[in-house]
């Protein structure tokens, strides 16, 4: 039995990606990372893709020439607002989550930048939702005469491990020795399992029960 401890993996699975696999000697893996009820085994997870679009507008003087001004924050608002976002469908969410820009509140801003996400079970459906994102500030931009430049990042891939695979198949024994009942689920969420089986261990992720993840009151 072997234990990994990884770090920075809310950032982004930071550790996993950068842990070489090749040190490890097991054939599967668990990963101690969900809220959901003790007996739970996430069993699937999507791919995700960070985006980043940077918008460059022109500076003008808010009061005396804002004819003279492109705002970089109104065209990301207003890609942002044309955007489908939050449950896509039953496999597939987006959601913009950072968004900086301005000097001053009498300048018109020049640039603005604009974090955000997609994830889903499906790579097709995740790609179409990158392009509606990046089409969203490109319409925006050409509208209002500024530019933007729009990157995305694939974050993790998506992993489905069957129900009666090996290592749900331990699971189960060790369980029933504590009599501990076993469900098995996908999650939306993202884990250092995604990383596993992209490199080629088997991984599920366990719950352990707690909740409000992300808030003050986990």
Do not use: W
Request: glycine share 10%; with cysteine.
């Amino acid at each position: 039995m072997e234990f990994l401890f990884t770090a920075a993996e809310e950032p982004g699975l930071v550790g996993a990606k950068h842990f070489d696999f090749g040190r490890l000697e097991g054939r599967y893996a668990y990963v101690i990372d969900s809220g959901l009820p003790v007996g739970t085994v996430v069993t699937s997870s999507p791919s995700a893709e960070k985006v980043t679009a940077v918008v460059s507008g022109k500076t003008a003087h808010a009061g005396a020439e804002p004819e003279k001004g492109i705002s970089a924050i109104q065209i990301a608002s207003k890609a942002i607002n044309r955007m489908r976002l939050g449950r896509i469908d039953h496999e597939t969410t987006s959601n913009i989550g950072v968004i900086s820009g301005g000097t001053a509140t009498n300048i018109v801003p020049g640039e603005a930048r604009v974090e955000g996400e997609a994830r889903s079970f499906s790579d097709f459906k995740l790609e179409n939702q990158i392009r509606h994102m990046r089409d969203c500030f490109q319409m925006s931009a050409e509208r209002f005469g500024g530019s933007v430049e729009f990157t995305s990042e694939k974050s993790f891939t998506t992993y489905n491990i069957l129900s009666d695979a090996p290592i749900v198949k331990m699971f189960r024994r060790a369980a029933r020795n504590q009599k501990i009942k076993v469900t098995t689920r996908s999650s939306g969420s993202g884990s250092d399992a995604n990383i596993f089986n992209e490199n080629g261990i088997p991984a599920v992720v366990l719950g352990q029960g707690y909740s409000g993840a992300h808030s003050e009151q986990e």
